[in-house]
């Protein structure tokens, strides 16, 4: 009498082994995507200006659903048509190392950690290109998973685009109002003029309502307003001017 064959039954290890290895294929492909389309879009930011930015987005949808009515002002200017003062001012207001550090100031960190622990105000330390990389990429969150992928977008944009674009973008795309976003639409909401033509009265004004657009207006500024631009008006005066800045009247 011919036994018939018994069936073997898996191996418990081997299954888990395959799974393992599928899960590891299947994370190999997800980062790869991730740098490869993340890389790309970087490079093609460089020449290519972002028409909209997930803040914008996010504004928009806050609009729709508070009933509101829906704001969006922006206007794209060339570095070459914006305002010396204005450069100097965003400066000498947010980061006043922008030329030195390599996107992150770690200095400034630690003058801020020592600050706060005294101050009701706290101090921020983000950098201009911390802040580009925040507005052109993610959306408005205070956690370490969109905070490790702002540094992350960080290095990418100064190796990458280098300081004059990060400041072109940052002065296009940066909130400078309630629905008032890049220095194309806020100096001719605010002063009825093209960004290129802005005094640096006016450009400081802009400058220090950055903190909190939406609070703080450049066309009534209050008494902290007021105090705050002076200041920036006359430190973007004693700072280092960019290299492309330095034949600019």
Do not use: C
Request: charged letters at 25%; proline letters at 5%.
């Amino acid at each position: 009498m011919v036994k018939k064959a018994s069936k073997t039954k898996p191996v418990k290890g081997k299954t888990s082994q395959r799974i393992f290895r599928k899960i590891f294929r299947i994370l190999k492909i997800a980062i790869l995507v991730f740098f490869v389309s993340t890389i790309s879009v970087t490079v093609l930011y460089k020449w290519v200006n972002p028409p909209i930015t997930p803040l914008m987005v996010q504004r928009v949808f806050g609009q729709i659903f508070d009933g509101s009515e829906v704001k969006m002002e922006k206007k794209w200017v060339d570095i070459e048509d914006i305002s010396r003062n204005m450069q100097m001012s965003v400066i000498a207001s947010e980061d006043n190392n922008f030329l030195k550090h390599p996107g992150i100031d770690v200095k400034a960190i630690k003058r801020a950690r020592e600050a706060n622990k005294t101050r009701k105000r706290k101090l921020g330390a983000s950098t201009i290109t911390q802040q580009t990389a925040k507005n052109v990429f993610l959306f408005p969150s205070r956690t370490y998973i969109r905070k490790a992928f702002e540094l992350y977008f960080t290095g990418l944009i100064e190796l990458i685009w280098g300081k004059e674009r990060i400041m072109e973008v940052y002065l296009n795309v940066i909130e400078m109002g309630d629905g008032i976003y890049g220095v194309g639409a806020a100096s001719e909401y605010y002063f009825d003029k093209p960004a290129a033509k802005l005094s640096k009265r006016q450009a400081a004004t802009i400058a220090a309502i950055l903190p909190n657009p939406r609070k703080y207006s450049a066309k009534n500024p209050g008494p902290y307003v007021r105090r705050r631009s002076a200041a920036i008006a006359s430190l973007s005066g004693k700072l280092t001017r960019p290299d492309w800045l330095k034949n600019k009247k």
